[in-house]
């Protein structure tokens, strides 16, 4: 029974209608014709498929079925045109009458289809056209409803629910008045999902068999009901009954319907022109054709769009020129139906085509291909006419429903390689087939050694679309081999093979053999396997002593060694295997250093019994899972089993014996298993080998035979019921191989193949059995080092090596292996250089005509790819008559073989047409004619331009320049040709990327193209002018990549000893037939009059006999028989004198100097003369010449000469006067001379003489402590001078003394000398310390001085830089807050008077007056403004001058600035007035009084204060007043007096006057000692101390200010001169001019805090000097 259809399988309603009989017969029915009907279904489905893609494009809405096809073009009463489609026919009329314009069938067996109907199934008869109605709505999105807001509700007759590739059909007319069993949805137009009809033969079968089983289903429904059905969104659609008429009636309204909208929406178009605007879009588009030759051809489309787009047609995105050639096509625009028509189509026709629309809105196109099939055979022309087309009954269809051969090439091919095991290696190339039709897909085959190669976990398969590639993940040896890819497409096919070498793996072990190989198992049984191998061919050098072979359960890890012993032979059998269980392999080999490697593992394999093996493999109950559980059967009557059958030994070794036999006829139901006996050769003495472990298969294994004995064996069989009778005994059977190690090969040739590769072919060894391969190595000849060429036994007795050095000698050898080892050496053969052999070229390609006259052509053609191995000798040219398109029979053109490529027919036929074929031939014979060339007409050419030139050529390729060369063309035109252009374009680029290369006609035929990219490839041409014009261009070249290849060499120029000049170049890929070919100007070299050649091995040198003007030009050399290697070189006039000076220098070789004679002063004041030259050899020889008398080496000269360095040179102790004079040094080393010349006269030897004295001097002075540097001196950033010089040679004994102006300046610091420099500071540098100061260094090895002036100008540049850096270190201007006013100041590191103050108030100079003062304290430099008012506001600006620049400090007195100042002045002016007028003591009062008793004491002092203040006294801290015996006065309210007339001891104490008034209050004390006169003595001296004291406290109170300072300070000031003075100076009114000296006057009055100041400043002293400048 059929299985159930697959719109059926999820629908009980369906399911049930399904088994009824009757479809069962229909769809029987449906199976047969089906059947009948295959082949011309095969041809009509493309026609299918393209109809129903169009029929896609048209539709926007999904018509539920995918059968349904029909689509309305236009809405007019009338149809426009229908779209039909049909299995059963090809016909497409494009010109069909007024009513309709296209139909196309489109049903399984459709009968005549109306012009006004759309067939909606595969089989249904015709339906009127108003069944349109049943779509979607796709009317109304076509013709722009989408806009419109009326719905149209589309009822469809849709199965419930829609099945997912259901077909939609109507039911036929005869049961139009019956309901019909089926629901129909309602939905509205928007509920659309569109569906794509298939493209695969297969699923159209299945889709047409359910359209006949559906529509005989639907047929036999009675009523039509109201069901409601559950959707898969858990929606309900309702469903109603209709009859059909009702269904139908309702159809027509919704159409006329539709036909008023559509009525309505182009009225509003033409209403609204902006709404008409839209993008081009075809309508119906072009379909593809296949024509057989001589046919026309029409491509068809129609295309909407506003504006009217424009169409242009393409082949191959070309654009068509209807002009070229003129008939051949013909284009047309009807009415918007736009057709390209082709005529007379031949197999260049075969192309794609498209159609491109284009207007304001965009752009788009439609493809379509053209196939043009030819007959094979002779096949008479006349079959074939215009448009029509009578097939022969004989000619074949391939799979694809193409006759035409397919053209398949191969670019980017991979080539024959070399990898290691365990790398990865990737096989690819590019695949190119032409004609390109995308539907069709070639099958991409791999195969090694001709054997099919399916993916698997080891090799990976990938096919591109263009590239083919084959990836061995982890590379093996068995691996290695021939690999071939196949490109398969329909009958034909093309293949491109190369080698791939596998070498073994590094050993972990040194001197281990390498792994073996192609593990396999044979003769798997239920408990036994024999696995076999092949032996590796790298035996570590040292003999394979045998072979571990190892097993793993498949699904484990667990790897267990199978025998215990090595085994040699390479077939081993396995026993102990568990029935049921899989497993894999692996074998090591074994010798002295170590085991090999492991094995690839073999393929898994089950261990089962054959006939299980066979059951599971033709009825596959479940995949694979590589374990299979064995039951055993249910054990019936027990029937002792059968003797076995069939016993023979299939294999015998020294190791074992394997057994053979066939299970016995009678046996029973049970399973049975076996025992194994042996014995000894002529005797009974029966032994069972498996005592322990029963046999399960009918192959056993027998070990532990005593090797070269005989044995029998015999089987038992058993099972529950007993043991059977043994089995007939074999017979003797002796333990030893039975296979022997072949013989060695014979009669070893190798002959040449390519440059890196040769063919090696021998003689099978007599007698050999079993061989799996041969083994082959190869060595250089001398080196006795031999590799393996091949690491994978090959079959055959032929092998090519590859890889080998070309140029090297080599030899070889070969041995045979079978399983019982590899057999001895052959003998080495004879040695053979690797050079490439000779071989027939291959053909010539691109034959173009060059010139045409009335009986004879002149052909060109390409020299071949390939030469052979050999230059080309000549060619052969053949030529065929071709009328009426069939060419005749191939005549010569040629007996004698042509060396040019270029070629004139004679006696040939006015305005016939030929085909042309031309071969090339060497020295191995003529190769294969080239391909027929296009058909040429031999006329008279008429035209004035010149034609094309020919025989292009690249050389000299580099990675940015190439060199084209091309010959001057045949046919001339009407004047002679005035130049060529070169045009150049990338490869890939389109014909319009042609640009030239040369703006200006170049005159001669070669030109250098530089600016390439590097890797880019390109192509060129060449055109020829004249007074006409530009002729038609040459043929292009082929493809050249711009690259500089390994390995390239340029050509030299060089100059021999003899001064003898030659180019030379070099090739190292030479062939043993390559030639230099020497040329100038690229034209070939006939006079050998300027020129010599030789030429040995891979160098050519070409000689100049005597180079001249004549000579100037390029001269290019190419070697024949490579890959293009050549070169160039220039000879300009520039180059050639640059050659001829330098061919004069080494015809009178001299001997180059690096320098000439030159003198030197020596550090002890020696005279030295030296030279140097570049190079001298040891016998090179120089003579001193002094005032044309050769001096000699002695006490006076001192002559050396090195022949390393070249160095020359003389020294004398002294200059004397009588040493004035010329010196000359004279060389000379072989035959080259060179001498230099000194002249030594008048000042320069004066000066020579005078400098030789100084460095004498110098160094002696050097002997003893000198100075490096001389004295100097910087500033240092305190703005002190620092006199400094550095000093050599010192020790400790060495002194240093500083000098002033020839005083001694006493240094406080002794000197270490630690970093060589000695240095003397001076503080504050000032005019003071100008003068001339010295320093001396002395020891008892001797003295040095150094001396430094300062005065005039060098006083004066470094006052200028001590001003700056004092500028420098002066802070930013201050506000300072007085009780006289305002004051701005900044403060220096110290002032000296040579730097120039000058202020500014806002940018004006200031005035001084008594109110505005300036001045310097100490470090400060200050700006008064006394009693400030407003007007003293604003910017204030100080400026320095140091003599060069001046410097500039600003403050802003303003704002809140000046506000605060002001202030703050005010509070301290009222504070100055309190001080000012407060009471206060004077002086006068001694701190302590000591006086002796009964004397009179009289104090007086005097005290000021406004008002005048009140007086008091206190002793001892009490109120004291006036007594008869202390008189206290206070008189004209300032003098006070305190008089005791007799002290007494009752007096002593202390005293204190208090004198107060508002402003304030001071005290001032006094000590009172009075002393009895019993203590006068012990007093004497306290008094004299006290008395001493107050003396001095008087004195400090009483001492008056002076300007000068007394003798102690003077004598100081000498020992330290550069103290400073501290002073206090006040500027006068008027402000100094800068270049003036300012006057200063003494401040008045100074505050005590400042006098403090000054007097610590003085080191305590209390004097303060006070200097009016």
């Given at each position: 029974?059929?299985?159930?259809p697959?719109y059926?399988?999820?629908?009980?309603h369906?399911?049930?209608?399904?088994?009824?009989?009757?479809?069962?017969s229909?769809?029987?029915?449906?199976q047969?014709?089906?059947?009948?009907?295959?082949?011309?279904y095969?041809?009509?489905?493309?026609?299918y498929?393209r109809?129903?893609?169009?029929?896609?494009?048209?539709?926007?809405?999904?018509?539920?079925?995918?059968?349904?096809a029909?689509y309305?073009?236009?809405?007019?009463?009338?149809?426009?045109?229908?779209?039909?489609?049909?299995?059963?026919s090809?016909a497409?009329d494009?010109?069909s009458?007024a009513q309709?314009?296209?139909s196309?069938?489109?049903?399984?067996d459709?009968?005549?289809?109306?012009?006004?109907?759309a067939a909606y199934?595969?089989?249904?008869?015709?339906v009127?056209?108003?069944?349109?109605?049943y779509r979607?709505?796709?009317?109304?999105?076509?013709?722009?409803?989408?806009?419109?807001?009326?719905?149209i509700?589309?009822?469809?007759y849709?199965?419930?629910p829609?099945?997912?590739?259901?077909?939609?059909s109507?039911?036929?007319?005869?049961?139009?008045?019956?309901?019909?069993?089926y629901?129909?949805?309602i939905f509205?137009?928007?509920?659309?999902?569109i569906s794509?009809?298939?493209?695969?033969?297969e699923?159209?079968i299945?889709?047409s068999?359910?359209?006949?089983?559906r529509?005989?289903?639907?047929?036999?429904?009675?009523?039509?009901?109201?069901?409601?059905?559950?959707?898969?969104?858990?929606?309900?659609?309702?469903h109603?009954?209709?009859?059909?008429?009702?269904?139908?009636?309702?159809s027509a309204?919704r159409?006329?319907l539709k036909?008023t909208?559509?009525?309505t929406?182009a009225?509003?178009?033409?209403?609204?022109?902006?709404?008409l605007?839209?993008?081009?879009?075809?309508?119906?588009?072009p379909?593809?054709?296949t024509?057989?030759?001589?046919?026309?051809?029409?491509?068809?489309?129609?295309?909407a769009?506003w504006?009217?787009?424009h169409?242009?047609?393409?082949?191959?995105n070309?654009?068509i020129?209807?002009?070229?050639?003129?008939?051949?096509?013909v284009?047309?625009?009807?009415?918007?139906?736009?057709?390209?028509?082709?005529?007379?189509c031949d197999?260049?026709d075969?192309a794609?085509?498209h159609?491109?629309a284009?207007?304001?809105?965009?752009?788009i196109?439609?493809y379509?291909?053209?196939?043009?099939?030819r007959?094979?055979?002779?096949?008479?022309a006349?079959l074939?006419h215009?448009?029509?087309?009578?097939?022969?009954?004989?000619f074949?269809?391939?799979?694809?429903?193409?006759?035409?051969?397919?053209e398949?090439?191969?670019v980017?091919k991979?080539?024959?390689?070399?990898g290691?095991?365990?790398?990865?290696?990737s096989?690819?190339?590019?695949?190119?087939?032409?004609?390109?039709?995308?539907?069709f897909?070639?099958?991409?085959?791999?195969?090694r050694?001709?054997?099919l190669?399916t993916?698997s976990?080891w090799?990976?398969?990938?096919w591109?679309?263009?590239?083919?590639?084959?990836?061995l993940t982890h590379?093996n040896?068995?691996d290695?081999g021939?690999?071939?890819?196949r490109?398969v497409m329909?009958?034909?096919?093309?293949?491109?093979?190369?080698?791939?070498?596998?070498?073994?793996?590094?050993?972990?072990?040194?001197?281990?053999?390498?792994?073996?190989l192609?593990?396999q198992?044979?003769?798997?049984?239920?408990d036994?396997?024999?696995?076999?191998?092949?032996?590796p061919a790298?035996?570590?050098?040292?003999?394979?002593?045998g072979?571990?072979?190892?097993?793993?359960?498949?699904?484990?890890?667990?790897?267990?060694?199978?025998n215990?012993?090595p085994?040699?032979?390479?077939?081993?059998?396995?026993?102990?295997l568990?029935?049921?269980?899989?497993?894999?392999?692996?074998?090591?080999?074994?010798?002295?250093?170590g085991?090999?490697?492991?094995?690839?593992?073999?393929?898994?394999?089950a261990?089962l019994?054959?006939?299980?093996?066979?059951r599971?493999?033709?009825?596959?109950?479940?995949?694979w899972?590589?374990?299979?559980?064995?039951t055993?059967?249910?054990p019936?009557?027990g029937?002792?089993p059968g003797?076995?059958t069939?016993?023979?030994v299939i294999?015998?070794?020294?190791?074992?014996?394997?057994?053979?036999?066939?299970?016995?006829?009678q046996?029973?139901h049970?399973?049975?298993?076996?025992?194994?006996?042996?014995?000894?050769?002529?005797?009974?003495?029966?032994?069972?080998?498996n005592?322990?472990?029963?046999v399960?298969?009918?192959?056993?294994?027998?070990f532990?035979?005593?090797e070269?004995?005989?044995?029998?064996?015999?089987?038992?069989?058993?099972?529950s019921?007993?043991?059977?009778?043994?089995?007939?005994?074999?017979e003797?059977?002796?333990v030893d191989d039975?296979l022997?190690i072949?013989?060695a090969?014979?009669?070893?040739?190798?002959t040449?193949?390519t440059?890196t590769?040769?063919?090696?072919?021998w003689?099978?060894?007599?007698?050999?059995?079993?061989?799996?391969?041969?083994?082959?190595?190869s060595?250089?000849?001398?080196?006795?080092?031999w590799?393996?060429c091949?690491?994978?036994?090959?079959?055959?007795t032929r092998?090519?090596?590859?890889?080998?050095?070309?140029?090297?000698k080599y030899?070889?050898?070969?041995?045979?292996?079978n399983?019982a080892?590899?057999s001895?050496?052959?003998k080495?053969?004879?040695?053979?250089?690797v050079?490439?052999?000779?071989?027939a070229?291959?053909?010539?390609?691109?034959?173009?005509v060059?010139?045409?006259?009335?009986?004879s052509?002149?052909?060109?053609?390409?020299?071949?790819?390939?030469?052979?191995?050999?230059?080309?000798?000549?060619y052969?040219v053949?030529?065929?008559e071709v009328i009426g398109?069939?060419?005749?029979?191939w005549m010569?053109?040629?007996?004698?073989?042509?060396?040019?490529?270029?070629?004139r027919?004679?006696?040939?036929k006015?305005n016939?047409?030929?085909?042309?074929q031309?071969?090339?031939?060497?020295?191995a014979?003529?190769?294969?004619?080239?391909?027929?060339?296009?058909?040429?007409?031999?006329?008279?050419?008429?035209?004035?331009?010149?034609?094309?030139?020919?025989?292009?050529?690249?050389i000299?390729?580099?990675?940015?320049?190439?060199v084209l060369?091309?010959?001057?063309?045949?046919?001339?035109?009407?004047?002679?040709?005035?130049?060529?252009?070169?045009?150049i374009?990338?490869?890939e680029?389109?014909?319009?990327?042609?640009?030239?290369?040369?703006?200006?006609?170049l005159?001669?035929r070669?030109?250098k193209?530089?600016?390439?990219?590097?890797?880019v490839?390109?192509?060129f041409?060449?055109?020829?002018?004249?007074?006409a014009?530009v002729?038609?261009?040459?043929?292009?070249?082929?493809?050249?990549?711009?690259?500089?290849?390994?390995?390239?060499?340029e050509?030299?120029?060089d100059?021999?000893?003899?001064?003898?000049?030659?180019?030379?170049?070099?090739?190292?890929?030479?062939?043993?037939?390559?030639?230099?070919?020497?040329?100038?100007?690229?034209?070939?070299?006939?006079?050998?009059?300027r020129?010599?050649i030789d030429?040995?091995?891979g160098?050519?040198?070409?000689?100049?006999?005597d180079?001249?003007?004549?000579d100037l030009?390029?001269?290019?050399?190419?070697v024949?028989d490579?890959?293009?290697?050549?070169s160039?070189?220039t000879i300009d006039?520039?180059?050639?004198?640059?050659?001829?000076?330098?061919?004069?220098?080494?015809?009178?070789p001299t001997?180059?100097?690096?320098?000439?004679?030159?003198v030197?002063?020596?550090e002890k004041?020696?005279?030295?003369?030296?030279?140097?030259?570049e190079?001298?050899?040891?016998n090179?020889?120089a003579?001193?010449?002094?005032n044309?008398?050769?001096?000699?080496?002695?006490?006076k000269?001192?002559?050396?000469?090195?022949?390393?360095?070249?160095?020359?040179?003389?020294?004398m102790?002294?200059?004397?006067?009588?040493d004035?004079?010329?010196?000359?040094?004279?060389?000379?080393?072989?035959?080259?001379?060179?001498q230099s010349?000194?002249?030594?006269i008048?000042?320069?030897?004066?000066?020579l003489?005078?400098?030789?004295?100084?460095?004498?001097?110098e160094?002696h002075?050097?002997?003893?402590?000198?100075?490096?540097?001389k004295?100097?001196?910087?500033?240092?950033?305190?703005?002190?001078?620092?006199?400094?010089?550095?000093?050599?040679?010192?020790?400790?004994?060495t002194?240093?003394?500083?000098y002033?102006?020839?005083?001694e300046?006493?240094?406080?610091?002794?000197?270490?000398?630690k970093?060589g420099?000695?240095?003397?500071?001076?503080?504050?540098?000032?005019?003071?310390d100008a003068?001339t100061?010295?320093?001396?260094?002395?020891?008892d090895?001797?003295?040095?001085?150094?001396?430094?002036?300062l005065?005039?100008?060098?006083?004066?540049d470094?006052?200028n830089?001590?001003c700056?850096?004092?500028?420098?270190?002066?802070?930013?201007l201050?506000?300072?807050?007085?009780?006289?006013?305002?004051r701005?100041?900044?403060?220096v590191n110290?002032?000296?008077?040579?730097?120039?103050?000058?202020?500014?108030?806002n940018?004006a100079?200031?005035?001084?007056?008594?109110?505005?003062?300036?001045?310097?304290?100490?470090e400060?430099?200050?700006?008064q403004?006394?009693?400030?008012?407003?007007?003293?506001?604003?910017?204030?600006?100080?400026?320095?001058?140091?003599?060069?620049?001046?410097?500039?400090?600003?403050?802003?007195?303003?704002?809140?600035?000046?506000?605060?100042?002001f202030?703050?002045?005010?509070?301290?002016k009222?504070?100055?007035?309190?001080?000012?007028?407060r009471?206060?003591v004077?002086?006068?009062?001694?701190?302590?009084?000591?006086?002796?008793?009964?004397?009179?004491?009289?104090?007086?002092?005097?005290?000021?204060g406004?008002?005048?203040?009140?007086?008091?006294?206190?002793?001892?801290?009490?109120?004291f007043?006036?007594?008869?015996?202390?008189?206290?006065k206070?008189?004209?309210?300032?003098?006070v007096?305190f008089?005791?007339?007799?002290v007494?001891?009752?007096?002593?104490?202390?005293?204190?006057?208090?004198v107060?008034?508002?402003?304030?209050?001071?005290?001032?004390?006094?000590?009172?000692?009075?002393?009895?006169?019993?203590g006068?003595?012990?007093?004497?001296?306290?008094a004299?101390?006290?008395?001493?004291?107050?003396?001095?406290?008087?004195t400090?109170?009483k001492k008056?200010?002076?300007?000068?300072?007394?003798?102690q300070?003077?004598?100081?000031?000498?020992?330290?001169?550069?103290?400073?003075?501290?002073?206090?100076?006040i500027?006068?009114?008027?402000?100094?001019?800068?270049?003036?000296i300012?006057?200063?006057?003494t401040?008045k009055?100074?505050?005590?805090?400042?006098?403090k100041?000054?007097?610590?400043?003085t080191?305590g002293?209390?004097?303060?000097?006070?200097?009016?400048l």
């Amino acid at each position: 029974m059929m299985s159930l259809p697959f719109y059926q399988r999820h629908h009980e309603h369906y399911d049930r209608a399904y088994r009824h009989k009757a479809l069962q017969s229909t769809v029987s029915q449906y199976q047969k014709e089906a059947k009948s009907k295959s082949a011309v279904y095969a041809q009509g489905s493309t026609a299918y498929s393209r109809g129903s893609a169009a029929y896609r494009h048209a539709s926007a809405a999904d018509y539920s079925l995918e059968s349904s096809a029909a689509y309305s073009h236009d809405s007019s009463a009338h149809a426009l045109e229908s779209a039909a489609y049909s299995y059963g026919s090809t016909a497409y009329d494009h010109l069909s009458t007024a009513q309709s314009k296209r139909s196309a069938a489109y049903s399984l067996d459709s009968e005549s289809l109306s012009k006004s109907s759309a067939a909606y199934s595969h089989g249904s008869e015709s339906v009127n056209k108003l069944a349109a109605a049943y779509r979607l709505g796709a009317e109304a999105y076509s013709l722009g409803l989408k806009d419109s807001n009326i719905m149209i509700e589309d009822q469809s007759y849709k199965m419930s629910p829609k099945a997912k590739r259901a077909k939609q059909s109507l039911v036929s007319e005869d049961k139009e008045n019956k309901a019909m069993d089926y629901s129909v949805p309602i939905f509205t137009g928007h509920e659309v999902s569109i569906s794509g009809i298939t493209d695969t033969e297969e699923e159209r079968i299945k889709e047409s068999a359910a359209y006949i089983a559906r529509r005989n289903l639907l047929a036999k429904g009675e009523g039509v009901s109201v069901s409601k059905v559950a959707t898969s969104a858990s929606q309900e659609e309702h469903h109603e009954k209709k009859s059909r008429k009702v269904a139908i009636r309702e159809s027509a309204e919704r159409v006329a319907l539709k036909k008023t909208l559509e009525d309505t929406q182009a009225f509003h178009k033409k209403l609204n022109q902006d709404k008409l605007l839209h993008a081009p879009e075809f309508v119906i588009k072009p379909r593809s054709h296949t024509v057989w030759e001589k046919q026309n051809v029409k491509f068809h489309c129609t295309v909407a769009g506003w504006p009217e787009p424009h169409v242009t047609w393409y082949k191959n995105n070309v654009p068509i020129n209807v002009q070229t050639p003129p008939g051949k096509y013909v284009i047309e625009n009807r009415y918007g139906l736009h057709s390209l028509e082709i005529s007379t189509c031949d197999f260049e026709d075969t192309a794609q085509y498209h159609a491109s629309a284009m207007n304001v809105k965009g752009e788009i196109s439609a493809y379509a291909s053209l196939v043009v099939k030819r007959y094979k055979g002779e096949i008479d022309a006349g079959l074939f006419h215009a448009g029509t087309v009578s097939m022969p009954l004989s000619f074949g269809v391939t799979p694809h429903g193409y006759a035409s051969r397919f053209e398949i090439s191969f670019v980017d091919k991979f080539d024959v390689a070399f990898g290691r095991e365990g790398e990865t290696m990737s096989l690819g190339c590019t695949v190119v087939i032409s004609p390109d039709i995308k539907r069709f897909k070639p099958d991409i085959e791999w195969y090694r050694n001709g054997v099919l190669i399916t993916p698997s976990k080891w090799v990976q398969m990938h096919w591109s679309g263009e590239r083919a590639s084959l990836t061995l993940t982890h590379a093996n040896k068995e691996d290695e081999g021939l690999y071939t890819l196949r490109v398969v497409m329909g009958d034909y096919y093309e293949e491109y093979s190369a080698y791939v070498f596998v070498r073994d793996a590094d050993a972990e072990i040194p001197g281990a053999p390498g792994a073996p190989l192609d593990v396999q198992c044979l003769d798997a049984n239920k408990d036994y396997v024999i696995v076999s191998w092949k032996q590796p061919a790298v035996d570590g050098g040292n003999s394979i002593l045998g072979y571990f072979i190892d097993r793993c359960e498949v699904g484990t890890t667990h790897w267990t060694q199978c025998n215990e012993t090595p085994v040699k032979f390479a077939r081993f059998p396995v026993t102990g295997l568990i029935e049921g269980r899989s497993y894999i392999f692996r074998v090591r080999a074994v010798n002295k250093a170590g085991i090999s490697l492991p094995s690839r593992v073999s393929e898994p394999v089950a261990a089962l019994d054959p006939a299980d093996r066979a059951r599971l493999r033709s009825h596959p109950s479940a995949p694979w899972t590589g374990q299979i559980i064995v039951t055993e059967e249910e054990p019936a009557e027990g029937v002792v089993p059968g003797p076995p059958t069939d016993l023979q030994v299939i294999e015998a070794t020294k190791n074992y014996v394997v057994l053979s036999w066939k299970p016995p006829g009678q046996r029973g139901h049970e399973g049975i298993m076996y025992f194994v006996e042996k014995c000894i050769a002529g005797t009974e003495n029966w032994q069972r080998v498996n005592t322990e472990i029963p046999v399960k298969s009918p192959r056993f294994a027998v070990f532990d035979l005593a090797e070269g004995k005989s044995y029998c064996f015999r089987v038992r069989c058993c099972n529950s019921a007993g043991i059977g009778e043994p089995s007939e005994a074999t017979e003797a059977t002796v333990v030893d191989d039975k296979l022997d190690i072949p013989k060695a090969p014979g009669r070893i040739m190798p002959t040449r193949n390519t440059d890196t590769s040769v063919v090696v072919t021998w003689t099978e060894p007599p007698d050999a059995k079993e061989l799996v391969g041969y083994y082959i190595e190869s060595s250089v000849v001398g080196s006795g080092c031999w590799e393996p060429c091949n690491n994978n036994p090959v079959k055959g007795t032929r092998f090519i090596c590859h890889g080998l050095v070309t140029g090297e000698k080599y030899i070889f050898r070969v041995r045979a292996v079978n399983a019982a080892g590899l057999s001895e050496f052959s003998k080495e053969s004879e040695p053979i250089e690797v050079q490439a052999a000779i071989a027939a070229p291959s053909p010539p390609y691109d034959i173009m005509v060059l010139e045409s006259v009335r009986d004879s052509m002149v052909l060109g053609w390409k020299q071949p790819k390939v030469t052979g191995g050999t230059e080309i000798t000549g060619y052969y040219v053949n030529y065929r008559e071709v009328i009426g398109g069939v060419p005749g029979k191939w005549m010569e053109a040629n007996i004698k073989p042509v060396s040019e490529r270029a070629y004139r027919i004679q006696n040939l036929k006015e305005n016939m047409v030929y085909q042309f074929q031309v071969a090339a031939a060497n020295l191995a014979g003529v190769g294969t004619p080239s391909l027929p060339s296009k058909p040429f007409k031999c006329e008279e050419w008429t035209i004035a331009v010149p034609g094309p030139p020919h025989d292009l050529s690249c050389i000299e390729i580099r990675k940015d320049s190439l060199v084209l060369l091309w010959k001057e063309p045949v046919y001339t035109g009407r004047s002679p040709i005035a130049g060529y252009y070169v045009d150049i374009k990338e490869t890939e680029a389109t014909e319009e990327h042609w640009r030239s290369v040369n703006e200006k006609p170049l005159q001669k035929r070669f030109l250098k193209i530089g600016g390439l990219k590097e890797g880019v490839s390109y192509v060129f041409r060449v055109r020829a002018t004249n007074q006409a014009g530009v002729g038609k261009p040459s043929d292009i070249t082929d493809p050249v990549v711009a690259e500089t290849r390994p390995g390239t060499k340029e050509m030299v120029v060089d100059v021999d000893d003899n001064g003898v000049i030659s180019l030379n170049f070099e090739c190292d890929q030479m062939s043993p037939n390559s030639k230099f070919v020497w040329s100038k100007n690229y034209e070939p070299i006939e006079d050998d009059s300027r020129l010599d050649i030789d030429t040995k091995g891979g160098k050519s040198k070409a000689t100049f006999k005597d180079l001249g003007e004549d000579d100037l030009g390029i001269y290019s050399c190419i070697v024949t028989d490579t890959d293009g290697v050549s070169s160039s070189y220039t000879i300009d006039e520039e180059e050639m004198k640059r050659l001829l000076a330098l061919s004069h220098e080494r015809k009178f070789p001299t001997i180059p100097l690096v320098s000439e004679l030159a003198v030197e002063i020596l550090e002890k004041g020696e005279v030295r003369f030296w030279l140097q030259a570049e190079k001298l050899s040891g016998n090179a020889k120089a003579n001193f010449v002094f005032n044309d008398k050769e001096i000699f080496n002695g006490e006076k000269y001192k002559m050396k000469m090195d022949q390393k360095t070249g160095l020359v040179e003389m020294i004398m102790d002294k200059l004397e006067d009588k040493d004035e004079g010329t010196y000359t040094f004279q060389l000379q080393d072989g035959k080259a001379t060179n001498q230099s010349s000194l002249v030594l006269i008048g000042d320069v030897f004066k000066k020579l003489q005078n400098e030789a004295d100084f460095q004498k001097k110098e160094w002696h002075r050097k002997q003893g402590p000198h100075f490096v540097d001389k004295l100097g001196w910087e500033v240092t950033s305190d703005c002190n001078v620092l006199l400094k010089c550095k000093v050599a040679n010192i020790k400790k004994e060495t002194h240093i003394v500083w000098y002033k102006d020839d005083r001694e300046i006493m240094v406080d610091e002794e000197h270490d000398f630690k970093d060589g420099v000695c240095t003397l500071l001076i503080s504050e540098f000032s005019k003071k310390d100008a003068g001339t100061y010295e320093v001396i260094l002395k020891d008892d090895r001797g003295k040095d001085s150094s001396e430094l002036k300062l005065t005039n100008a060098a006083f004066a540049d470094l006052m200028n830089e001590v001003c700056r850096r004092i500028a420098l270190s002066a802070t930013d201007l201050k506000i300072q807050s007085t009780a006289e006013g305002i004051r701005l100041y900044s403060f220096v590191n110290y002032y000296v008077e040579d730097l120039r103050v000058g202020w500014m108030h806002n940018d004006a100079q200031i005035r001084f007056t008594d109110r505005v003062k300036t001045g310097i304290t100490g470090e400060q430099i200050w700006l008064q403004i006394n009693e400030p008012t407003p007007q003293d506001k604003g910017k204030y600006t100080m400026e320095l001058f140091d003599g060069k620049t001046g410097h500039k400090k600003t403050v802003d007195l303003s704002g809140q600035a000046f506000d605060e100042a002001f202030a703050e002045f005010q509070r301290l002016k009222q504070a100055a007035i309190a001080e000012k007028n407060r009471a206060r003591v004077l002086g006068g009062l001694p701190d302590v009084v000591t006086i002796q008793e009964g004397k009179a004491l009289n104090l007086s002092c005097t005290v000021w204060g406004d008002p005048t203040p009140e007086v008091s006294w206190l002793k001892n801290e009490k109120s004291f007043v006036s007594d008869a015996n202390c008189i206290l006065k206070f008189e004209s309210g300032k003098n006070v007096s305190f008089t005791i007339s007799a002290v007494s001891t009752l007096d002593s104490g202390k005293y204190s006057i208090v004198v107060k008034n508002k402003y304030g209050t001071e005290t001032s004390d006094v000590t009172v000692i009075v002393i009895s006169m019993s203590g006068q003595t012990d007093m004497a001296k306290h008094a004299a101390s006290a008395q001493g004291h107050n003396q001095n406290s008087i004195t400090v109170a009483k001492k008056k200010k002076t300007t000068t300072r007394n003798k102690q300070e003077k004598e100081e000031q000498k020992k330290d001169f550069i103290k400073p003075h501290v002073e206090e100076i006040i500027t006068t009114e008027e402000t100094p001019d800068p270049n003036e000296i300012c006057t200063v006057e003494t401040e008045k009055d100074t505050e005590n805090n400042q006098r403090k100041q000054a007097a610590k400043e003085t080191d305590g002293k209390t004097t303060v000097a006070e200097v009016i400048l």
